[in-house]
């Protein structure tokens, strides 16, 4: 039979309080696997306090051909950002 | 070096490319990470698999000459440290195949490819490792070798192949450092200790120069891998500085390095040294080393002996899904 293990991308949440963040990815029969093989390989070094695995085939993402719709329509709105207004300085910290 | 040989194409010339083949090469040319699900010329893809491949390969080959001195190792402490950098090079091997898998080949299909001879892994891993020194020696020359090599690559423009190279620099000095300290111990130990040291640097200094491969300098793969970023240096600069490196830390063991021509040319501010005998190199990549045979076969019969155990693992998930599916119905 013979049939390859699904891919899982592995999230681990490091020592402080940050969001998990992918680190890598790994081939395993199912979640309970997957969680320790993720432990045994992206956390030999105290990396992490807390794991997340999904499966690839799971994820849904854009495509690098929608960059520019997607991401080039912020560009423009400067006025977004606290340091596009310019507050004077006798006002004090804003 | 890791990836040794590494075929790719002959370098295009701007006029040559396509729109598509220059605007790609603009994004390299201002250091742009490349990533996966973006177009790239099709030759960059096959040439980053089989680096990739070859690299992620010789990580777990390169477990089998050390895995050999775990029972034997000196100390239970030597022994638990062996034991973590044996499994380290599985994770470097596992970072490897998941870059690689990005290019569109899965991790069977490159080991199918390994296990039948196709692929290859790097020359080193085909001779013996004798005695407890010899592991040493690999720590402190083979793993040194390798991140001459690696730390580059941490620029490579493959986006994957980069964080791989990070990740695996991080973990990689811990590597050389614990071959150089058992080198230490038996350097400063009895005469007889001392001997297998020298012995160990005797047999593993010419494997280790055969690592960066022939001289690259005029070859047409290089130069277009070195436009496309995934080789950074040519071997012979590669190999110049591992010697520069290495002769230095062998005086401080007082151990001498197995070369009548080693000798500091003030010049270049670089030793000169023998080139190692290439026709033992291409004897070794074409399956005639010490080692081959045992080494693949060692990585087939593994293969071939969990797939049992492979299959139950898939079978027991699909029956838990079922039975969790099932579940969910009849509580609705």
Request: aromatic share 10%; net charge negative.
């Amino acid at each position: 039979m013979s049939s390859e293990w699904p891919l899982w991308e592995v999230f681990i949440r490091g020592q402080h309080g940050l969001n998990h963040r992918h680190v890598g990815s790994l081939h395993a029969p199912d979640a309970e696997m997957a969680i320790k093989n993720a432990r045994d390989v992206y956390t030999r070094r105290n990396e992490g306090v807390s794991i997340w695995v999904v499966k690839s085939v799971d994820i849904a993402a854009s495509s690098p051909s929608d960059k520019g719709p997607l991401f080039e329509p912020s560009n423009s709105k400067v006025y977004r950002h606290p340091t596009f207004f310019s507050i004077p300085d006798e006002v004090g910290h804003m | 070096m890791y990836a040794q040989l590494v075929k790719s194409e002959g370098k295009k010339s701007a006029e040559e490319m396509s729109p598509e083949e220059r605007a790609f090469q603009d994004r390299v040319d201002r250091g742009e990470k490349i990533e996966p699900k973006e177009w790239m010329p099709e030759g960059y893809r096959k040439t980053l698999i089989r680096q990739i491949g070859q690299h992620a390969h010789s990580e777990i080959v390169g477990q089998l000459p050390e895995g050999n001195w775990i029972t034997r190792a000196p100390t239970l402490e030597r022994k638990a440290i062996l034991l973590a950098k044996v499994q380290d090079e599985a994770g470097h091997g596992l970072y490897l195949y998941c870059a690689a898998e990005t290019l569109g080949i899965s991790r069977d299909q490159l080991l199918d490819k390994l296990h039948d001879g196709s692929m290859k892994y790097s020359s080193i891993f085909n001779y013996p490792t004798l005695t407890w020194a010899d592991i040493g020696a690999v720590g402190w020359l083979v793993d040194g070798a390798a991140i001459m090599n690696q730390v580059p690559l941490q620029k490579t423009s493959f986006g994957p192949y980069s964080r791989a190279m990070i990740r695996i620099c991080k973990e990689e000095s811990f590597h050389q450092r614990q071959g150089y300290d058992i080198m230490m111990k038996m350097a400063q130990g009895t005469p007889e200790q001392k001997a297998m040291a020298q012995d160990a640097l005797n047999r593993f200094w010419s494997p280790a120069l055969m690592m960066f491969g022939p001289s690259d300098k005029e070859s047409v793969h290089s130069a277009q891998s070195m436009a496309w970023k995934i080789k950074i240096d040519t071997n012979d600069e590669l190999r110049q500085k591992f010697v520069d490196q290495t002769v230095p830390q062998a005086e401080y063991l007082g151990l001498s390095i197995p070369d009548p021509n080693l000798k500091w040319n003030e010049e270049k501010k670089g030793y000169d040294f023998s080139e190692p005998d290439w026709t033992e190199f291409f004897e070794v990549i074409a399956g005639n080393g010490p080692c081959n045979r045992e080494r693949l076969g060692a990585r087939v019969k593994a293969w071939e002996d969990g797939a049992w155990f492979r299959d139950a693992l898939v079978a027991h998930a699909e029956k838990d899904a079922a039975r969790r599916a099932a579940a969910r119905v009849a509580a609705e």
